[in-house]
Nanobody, 124 residues
Framework: QVQLVESGGGLVQAGGSLRLSCAAS????????MGWFRQAPGKEREFVAA????????YYADSVQGRFTISTDNAKNTVYLQMNSLKPEDTAVYSC?????????????????WGQGTQVTVSS
């Protein structure tokens, strides 16, 4: 069974930066794709960013394109989400997700494994 553990959330002022990490453990992770989703209070979970196992394919939600960067360190079985120019509307619980596959995936139902989530709060 795969375990995903996020870290790096917190409180930041608008315009600031945070880097989230998601460490995967429990199995070997060749061809294991990962992504980030978020859920704000009273809203549905939404896609943020995704990356293929090789790191060669990435996708971003329009709302974060140009501000967020997803990356992977396969030696550490870890995926990162660098978030710059944060806005109050980025406030949400951010969760990482994973699945076996060679591509990058953007839909919630594409993913098999989920972390517990980490809170990101952006103050105005």
């Amino acid at each position: 069974q795969v375990q995903l553990v996020e870290s790096g959330g917190g409180l930041v002022q608008a315009g600031g930066s945070l880097r989230l990490s998601c460490a995967a453990s429990g199995r070997t992770f060749r061809t294991y794709a990962m992504g980030w989703f978020r859920q704000a209070p009273g809203k549905e979970r939404e896609f943020v960013a995704a990356i293929s196992w090789s790191g060669g394919t990435t996708y971003y939600a329009d709302s974060v394109q140009g501000r967020f960067t997803i990356s992977t360190d396969n030696a550490k079985n870890t995926v990162y989400l660098q978030m710059n120019s944060l806005k109050p509307e980025d406030t949400a619980v951010y969760s990482c997700a994973g699945r076996w596959g060679i591509s990058a995936y953007t839909k919630i139902h594409d993913y098999e494994d989920w972390g517990q989530g980490t809170q990101v709060t952006v103050s105005s």
